[in-house]
């Protein structure tokens, strides 16, 4: 989403604040998968081992649209955001520094979690609820998704 924010210069980006364990930031990956059940194992195949191939990360480092997960395609992506001008520096310093960025856990319902979540945290930022009522409400309804076990 860099170039969607940077594109019309109105906006920027800084650095995640600094809690009491420093500053940190989950970080997604994506994962090449296939379908067990494809009728089309070999090119299934040929097509994933492309995807995490250093040829196809630095195509997507060149576009800048994700950081690859390849170093050197990484570094192709910054060279790219620098030489149009966006300033990633936000993203990068944290996923350098050691610590820096961990994986959100797996879960059951995690789809669920994230709308749950996800609309109670623009209720507060809407000024619709204060956080402790939204964030009570969305614990609450989390908790019913796992009832049942």
């Known amino acids: 989403m ?7 210069g109105k906006f920027a980006f800084a650095p995640l604040p600094k809690g009491p364990q420093g500053r940190k930031s989950s970080f997604n990956g994506l994962a090449d998968v296939i379908y067990a059940g494809t009728r089309h194992q070999e090119a299934a195949w040929k097509w ?10 630095d195509l997507v480092g ?11 395609s990484a570094e192709r992506a910054m060279k790219a955001h620098e030489k149009a001008g966006r300033d990633v520096s936000a993203f990068t310093s944290v996923a350098d520094a050691e610590d820096g960025t961990f994986l ?4 059951d319902h995690g789809d669920e979690i994230g709308q749950i979540v996800q609309t109670a945290l623009e209720e507060v930022w809407l000024g619709q609820k204060d956080a402790a ?4 409400a969305a614990n609450a309804r989390v908790n019913e998704l796992f009832g049942s076990r």
């Open 133 to 136: 009522t939204a964030l009570t």
């Open 104 to 107: 959100l856990p797996v879960s």
């Open 48 to 57: 994933v081992k492309f995807l995490g191939s250093t040829g196809c990360q």
């Open 2 to 8: 860099i170039n969607t924010y940077l594109a019309d």
């Open 62 to 72: 060149d576009s800048a649209v994700v950081f690859p997960a390849i170093s050197s």
